[in-house]
């Protein structure tokens, strides 16, 4: 059942980067920190035992991505945002989530995910991952033709670079 639970939330992801094209005046770009903040929040509700544990914070300036750069980012976000859901805080652990988007010299972006939980295990690496969700996170990534970090310090970050 977990299973199709994460399946049913790439859908989602990728069914609401269309949605938001669709409703835009401008059918090549997507506002990405509204289609963010729209996911996250139907992630939160779908982990229905996180609700008021975690406070989602989103720092975003006014960016606008294609659909070949909004699909893999939303799938990432996706895949970062559900794992912190469902591991970074246990036994009712209360903590955040923010997610800070931003425009980088040269036209790159900068998306970060971090969470206050209880941290990445020291011995996950994504270039070697064993989980359908890293390595489909690290696919994405060269997709993008971009990099990732992760910063183990008070809990967990990923900081994309694309």
Do not use: W
């Amino acid at each position: 059942m977990d299973i199709l639970n994460e399946c049913q939330n790439r859908i989602r992801s990728i069914a609401l980067i269309h949605e938001k094209l669709y409703q835009s005046q401008d059918f090549a770009r997507i506002d990405f920190a509204d289609y963010i903040q729209n996911m996250v929040t139907h992630l939160i509700s779908f982990h229905s035992g996180v609700g008021g544990r975690v406070n989602f914070r989103l720092e975003a300036a006014d960016v606008k991505l294609d659909i070949n750069q909004a699909m893999p980012c939303g799938l990432i976000v996706n895949e970062l945002v559900s794992n912190v859901l469902k591991h970074a805080f246990p036994q009712g652990r209360k903590g955040d989530l923010i997610i800070r988007l931003g425009v980088l010299d040269g036209g790159r972006y900068q998306l970060a995910v971090k969470d206050t939980g209880v941290g990445l295990a020291q011995d996950i690496d994504l270039k070697n991952a064993e989980t359908l969700g890293f390595q489909i996170v690290g696919d994405l990534v060269k997709q993008l033709e971009g990099s990732i970090e992760i910063v183990r310090d008070g809990g967990t970050e990923f900081i994309l670079r694309f």
